[in-house]
C-alpha cells in the first residue's frame, strides 16, 4: 500500500477514534442531516460539533453540500467500509477466521 493510502486509512482511524464522531456517522446512517440538526443532538457547543464534521469530512467520511443558508451532511458508506474493512482484511483474513472455526468444530467432536 502506498504511503497516501496509508496516509488516508490513517485519517479513517483517528476520526473513529472519538465517540462524538462515532455517533455522529451513527446519526447520518439514516440520511441527511442539517449542521444544525446534528448539533442540536449533542450536549455540545455548535463550534464543537462542527469541528467533529470537519475532522470527519477530512477523513472522507462525511460530505457537504449546501442548500440554501444550510449545510447539509451525509454519509460516505463506501469510505467507511473500504478503510475499515482494508484493515480488517489484513488483520483478521477470511482464511484465519475458517481455520480457527474449523479447529473448535474438531475440538468439539461429532454432534
Known amino acids: 500500500m502506498?504511503?497516501?493510502e496509508l496516509e488516508q486509512e490513517a485519517s479513517v482511524f483517528r476520526a473513529l477514534a472519538d465517540?462524538?464522531?462515532r455517533q455522529i456517522l451513527e446519526e447520518l446512517r439514516s440520511g441527511e442531516l442539517a449542521a444544525g440538526e446534528i448539533a442540536?443532538?449533542?450536549p455540545i457547543s455548535g463550534p464543537s460539533v462542527s469541528r467533529h464534521l470537519g475532522v470527519l469530512k477530512a477523513a472522507g467520511l462525511v460530505r457537504e453540500?449546501?442548500?440554501a443558508n444550510r449545510i447539509m451532511y451525509s454519509l460516505v458508506e463506501e469510505r467507511l467500509?473500504?478503510?475499515v474493512g482494508r484493515f480488517l482484511s489484513a488483520v483478521c483474513p477470511e482464511?484465519?477466521?475458517s481455520r480457527r472455526l474449523?479447529?473448535?468444530a474438531i475440538e468439539r467432536g461429532p454432534a
Do not use: C, P, V, W
Request: hydrophobic share 30%.
Open 102 to 104: 474449523r479447529r473448535r
Open 2 to 4: 502506498e504511503t497516501d
Open 81 to 83: 467500509a473500504l478503510g
Open 19 to 21: 465517540s462524538t464522531r
Open 95 to 97: 482464511e484465519a477466521i
Open 40 to 42: 442540536a443532538k449533542f
Open 65 to 67: 453540500r449546501r442548500d
